[in-house]
C-alpha cells in the first residue's frame, strides 16, 4: 500500500497559564534483533522494567538487520526509518537502550529503576497530547499532536512521531535467538524520519501537528499505537514524550480560528497576476461559522471576503481568493489574514495570518530547458506550460509511464511571460515518499527555479526576452490616479510650455492596447482619460511622450 502522509501545523502565541514546568514522561528507546542472542538473554528482563513503569515512560523498539544472517522481517518491514534512528544514536552493537536520548545509552542491562525514576522526576517545560484513530476500513492512522510550551525553549527542536505495534506475537520465532513476542516496535516514523521542525518557544505558545499513515505489514491492528516526542538535535536531549490515546484533543480556547495553508499561487511574476487559494481551519471548541478574510499583496487589499460555514474543532474548508493583480517588486508579500472570527474578535490574534513571498521573475534568454527527475510513482505527475498573455497552453508533459530523469526543450519565444505549473495527483510533490525527485528551469544552463515537495500543484511565472519593464523612469511628477484601477484611470498633467504629447498603454510583452496622440497642447493642468480601455486584470506600462521627454508608469488593472 502507498504511504502517505499531510501535515498541518500552526503556532500560536499569547496563551495566558500559570503553570511552567509539567511532569516527564520518559522515553526508551530500544535497538534490538531477532538475530541477537544477548538480545533475547536481557529482553525479558528489560520488558519486565519497562512494563512495571507505564506509569512514568513510553517506549519505542527499532529492529536492526545484524548481526547474520540479518533476516528480521520487522527491520526489513521499514529498514529506513530503523536506520535512520541507529544512525542519530550512532548504535554499534544490540541490545542497546537509550533514556531520554542523551541521559543513558548502553545496555539494557545496566537501566534500573532508579535511573528511571531520577529522569522521571525532572521537569519539562512541555505538554503534549496525542490522539490516533483509524480510518472506516482501517487502512490507515490519523495522529494529532498538541505540544504546547509553558516556558521559553530555544534549540534545533524537532517533533517526532512513532506508529508502533504494542505487542507483536510469532507462533514460530521469526530469527534466529529463538524470541517470539516483541513488544512496542516502530513501524513508520511521521511525517517522516527527520520529524517536524520546530521554532524557538517564548513560552506559552503551541502547535498543532497532523500527520496519516496508510497501514503496511500491520500483525495486528488492535495493537497499534503512537508514540511522539519533542527533541533537541543539538544535543539529542528528549524534552517530553507521550502515549497516544483515542480521547479527542482539548482545544485550549473557544473562538480560534486559523489561516493554515496558502496555496496555488505563482511564486514569481512577471505579469503581475496571481490567483490563490486558502486553508481556514477552526482551532476553537466552539463551531467556526463565519470568518471575514482580507488578502492583500505589498499592503494593498485585493480581496476582502465573509465565509459562513459550520466548520467543528480541526475541520477546515478551502477559501478561493481568485486572481489578484499587483505591481511586481524585487520581492513581494502576498497576506492573508482572519480579521473577524464568529462575528468578533478572534480569541488570539496571533494565529490568524499567513504570509508567502512572491518574487520577480527572472527574464530568460537563450536555450530553457525543463529538467525532472521522476520519482518511482511517475503516473502522479504532470505539467504544463502557459503563455500568460494569450492563455494558451503551449506545451505539456506527462503523466509518466517510469521512473528517472528527463531534459525537455521549452518552445518560447520573445517578448511572453510564461507560467510553469507542475501538478502531483498523490499530494507530495516528487520527493520523497517514493524517491528523492526534483525538477529545475533552466536558461543557459543556469536554474531559474527549482521544486521537489510541494504537494499538489507549484507555479512559477519567467519571462523570455522581455524589454522595457527595467526602463521605467521615476523621476517625473506624473501620476495615474487610482491605482490600481478598474473602470476608469486620469492622468494629470501639468505643462510648463506648449509641447507635443502623446500616451500610449501597451501590456508587459510590449503589445500596444491603445494610444491616443493629442498633438500640440498649450501650457496648463489637464486631466486626461480617454487614453484607458478597458482591459483584463493585469499589470500595464502607460508611457507618456511631452516633446522630447518620455515618462512610464505602472497601471494595475484589477
Known amino acids: 500500500m502507498k504511504r502517505t502522509f499531510t501535515i498541518l501545523i500552526f503556532l500560536f502565541l499569547g ?38 513503569n507505564q506509569d512514568i515512560l513510553t517506549s519505542i523498539k527499532y529492529q536492526m538487520s545484524w548481526p547474520a544472517p540479518g533476516n528480521d522481517p520487522m527491520y526489513h518491514h521499514n529498514p529506513q526509518d530503523n536506520t535512520a534512528r541507529r544512525n542519530y544514536y550512532n548504535v554499534n552493537s544490540v ?26 522526576a525532572i521537569t519539562s517545560p512541555f505538554q503534549i497530547q496525542l490522539h490516533h484513530e483509524l480510518s472506516a476500513n482501517q487502512d490507515s492512522i490519523f495522529v494529532t499532536m498538541l505540544l504546547k510550551a509553558d516556558a521559553p525553549v530555544t534549540g534545533n527542536l524537532v517533533a517526532h512521531i512513532a506508529v508502533i505495534e504494542k505487542h507483536i506475537h510469532f507462533v514460530n520465532p521469526p530469527g ?14 511521521l511525517p517522516s524520519r527527520n520529524g517536524t521542525s520546530l521554532p524557538d518557544f517564548e513560552g506559552y505558545e503551541y502547535m498543532i501537528i497532523e500527520a496519516a499513515w496508510e497501514l503496511q505489514n500491520v500483525y495486528e491492528i488492535d495493537e ?14 528528549v524534552h517530553q514524550a507521550a502515549k497516544s490515546s483515542t480521547d479527542p484533543i482539548i482545544p485550549f480556547f473557544e473562538n480560534d480560528a486559523t489561516i493554515s495553508r496558502v496555496y496555488d499561487y505563482t511564486k514569481s511574476s512577471c505579469n503581475g497576476l496571481t490567483s490563490a487559494k486558502a486553508v481556514l481551519k477552526n482551532h476553537g471548541s466552539q463551531a467556526l461559522t463565519s470568518a471575514h478574510i482580507v488578502a492583500s ?29 499587483f505591481g511586481v517588486e524585487a520581492s513581494n508579500a502576498l497576506v492573508v489574514e482572519i480579521v473577524e472570527t464568529n462575528g468578533g474578535a478572534d480569541d488570539y490574534p496571533d494565529n490568524i495570518s499567513q504570509s508567502v513571498a512572491i518574487a520577480s521573475a527572472e527574464n530568460a534568454t537563450g536555450v530553457v530547458k525543463l529538467f525532472i527527475l521522476l520519482d518511482s510513482k511517475p503516473e502522479e505527475t504532470t505539467w504544463e506550460l502557459i503563455n500568460t498573455g494569450t492563455g494558451e497552453v503551449v506545451q505539456s508533459g506527462g503523466p509518466y509511464s517510469s521512473p528517472g530523469a528527463l531534459t525537455i526543450p521549452m518552445e518560447v519565444s520573445d517578448n511572453n511571460c510564461y507560467e510553469f505549473i507542475i501538478y502531483d495527483a498523490g499530494g507530495d510533490g516528487i520527493c520523497c515518499a517514493y524517491g528523492t525527485g526534483y525538477y529545475g528551469m533552466l536558461h543557459d544552463n543556469q536554474p531559474m527555479f527549482t521544486g ?3 504537494g499538489d500543484v507549484e507555479r512559477y511565472q519567467f519571462g523570455y526576452g522581455l524589454v522595457g519593464i527595467d526602463e521605467i523612469a521615476t523621476e517625473s511628477s506624473i501620476q495615474i490616479n487610482p491605482n490600481p484601477a478598474s473602470n476608469q484611470a ?19 510583452t510590449g503589445r500596444e492596447i491603445n494610444s491616443v496622440d493629442y498633438g500640440k497642447m498649450t501650457a496648463g493642468t489637464y486631466q486626461l482619460t480617454d487614453w484607458f480601455v478597458q482591459v483584463p486584470k493585469g499589470v500595464y506600462l502607460i508611457t507618456i511622450q511631452e516633446g522630447e521627454n518620455k515618462t512610464t508608469r505602472k497601471l494595475i488593472v484589477q
Open 15 to 52: 496563551i495566558t497559564v500559570t503553570k511552567s514546568q509539567n511532569e516527564r514522561l520518559v522515553l526508551v528507546e530500544g535497538f534490538s534483533s531477532a538475530t541477537c542472542g544477548p538480545c533475547a538473554s536481557q529482553n525479558p528482563a528489560w520488558n519486565a522494567l519497562l512494563n512495571a
Open 95 to 120: 541490545p542497546n537502550a537509550v533514556i531520554n536520548g542523551n541521559h543513558f545509552q548502553g545496555m539494557p542491562s545496566q537501566v534500573n529503576q532508579n535511573m528511571l525514576e531520577t529522569v522521571a
Open 176 to 189: 534466529t535467538n529463538g524470541e517470539r513476542d516483541f513488544y512496542n516496535i516502530m513501524k513508520a516514523l
Open 224 to 237: 497499534l499505537g503512537v508514540v511522539a516526542f519533542i527533541q533537541d538535535n543539538d544535543n539529542k536531549h
Open 452 to 454: 521537489s515537495f510541494f
Open 297 to 325: 499583496i505589498n499592503g494593498e487589499e485585493l480581496y476582502s471576503e465573509t465565509w459562513t460555514g459550520n466548520l467543528g474543532f480541526l475541520e477546515s474548508a478551502v477559501i478561493d481568493l481568485g486572481e489578484m493583480a
Open 490 to 508: 486620469t492622468i494629470q498633467l501639468e505643462l510648463q510650455k506648449a509641447t507635443m504629447v502623446q500616451i500610449s498603454m501597451t501590456d508587459l
